[in-house]
């Protein structure tokens, strides 16, 4: 049983004789099991107690930059916000440095000024590309731990990744168009927001694999760089379907919903089924308005606590915990979707 508390301590805790705890930890007979379970209880105690006297006072400055529609950096910021008082008695302070869209350069310069400036810890969500890894590497060398969010920079010396399984996710998406198309003739249009993020292109494989071993007679007509925002997803999404009129379902990887529809209807096509992911303020409604079939989600608010805790960790104010898991994903019908946070 290991543990670093003196046996005296563990002894003052559990209110046990020293002699009884040492029997315990070095696993002599003649004590009860409901004794070893109060060892092992006061020393999960005094493990938390040290753990929150060494949170306290301290302040965690964190930086989460984002290239993202605004409607899923407004969710992300509220997820944290609402998080912050769990993570007493340490004090977080959040810097957001949020892009809708751009050139790379643009978003390294936010990163080296950060590098410069300081931080205890940078919650990214950026586009796998050279420059962007040289940024993160340049962080890392500063001593700032880079946790990436949602979509990853895996060759780069990030701390860890935080998100869904987005493999796992596609095929998921997949397995429900199969299952909601059935028999029903129409080609599948999937929308991703840019080629260049990794959660994109593994959510498009996932759902590619699905749908070719299981489907394969599914035509799936691809559009990108669409950046999740209306304007240019409508331009796109209005084209895919005139130049295809077997078009009647949608999985959409990088959002813009609300104009693929849109296109939909000015064209008066019928959209049979449409797969989404993130429950934003755009995909809620869409959802209670029975537009969307599902949408994958996971816990925002789950994985801005754990990017903290792996801050925090990296600065020791937290013990060494086993990897990161993906987030669970749910996949969310009008019929259950999540009661509104109250914070």
């Not at 998100?163 to 029903?184: C, F, V």
Request: aromatic residues 4%; glycine residues 8%.
């Amino acid at each position: 049983m290991g543990h670093p508390f003196p046996i005296r301590e563990i002894a003052r805790q559990a209110g046990l004789s020293e002699a009884t705890v040492d029997r315990v930890l070095n696993g002599r007979g003649g004590v009860r099991e409901s004794t070893a379970r109060e060892v092992r209880q006061a020393i999960a105690e005094l493990d938390r107690q040290r753990t929150q006297v060494r949170l306290v006072g301290r302040t965690f400055m964190i930086d989460i930059v984002m290239q993202a529609p605004e409607r899923f950096s407004t969710a992300v910021r509220a997820a944290l916000e609402t998080e912050l008082p769990s993570l007493h008695p340490a004090v977080v302070r959040s810097r957001f440095h949020f892009r809708e869209t751009g050139p790379a350069a643009e978003l390294t310069r936010t990163l080296d000024r950060i590098a410069r400036r300081g931080s205890q810890g940078v919650i990214l969500k950026a586009p796998d590309v050279p420059e962007v890894a040289a940024a993160v590497g340049r962080l890392a060398d500063a001593g700032i731990p880079v946790v990436t969010l949602v979509t990853d920079l895996p060759a780069t010396p990030r701390q860890a990744y935080v998100g869904i399984d987005n493999r796992a996710a596609g095929a998921t998406a997949a397995y429900l168009m199969g299952q909601w198309l059935g028999d029903r003739p129409g080609n599948v249009l999937t929308s991703l927001s840019s080629g260049f993020f990794r959660n994109e292109e593994e959510r498009e494989m996932g759902f590619r694999s699905v749908m070719r071993t299981h489907h394969p007679d599914r035509t799936l007509v691809e559009i990108a760089e669409g950046q999740g925002l209306d304007t240019t997803q409508y331009d796109l999404v209005r084209a895919a379907l005139e130049r295809d009129p077997d078009i009647r379902a949608v999985y959409s990887i990088g959002g813009g919903n609300i104009a693929t529809l849109r296109a939909f209807a000015d064209l008066g096509r019928e959209c049979a089924v449409f797969v989404a992911h993130d429950l934003d303020h755009d995909n809620t409604r869409l959802l209670r308005e029975h537009r969307l079939s599902a949408v994958l989600h996971h816990d925002l608010r789950q994985d801005m606590r754990e990017a903290c805790h792996l801050v925090m960790r990296f600065h020791g104010a937290l013990p060494p915990a086993g990897p990161t898991l993906p987030s669970a994903t749910q996949v969310v019908t009008p019929y259950n979707m999540p009661a509104p946070t109250t914070s």
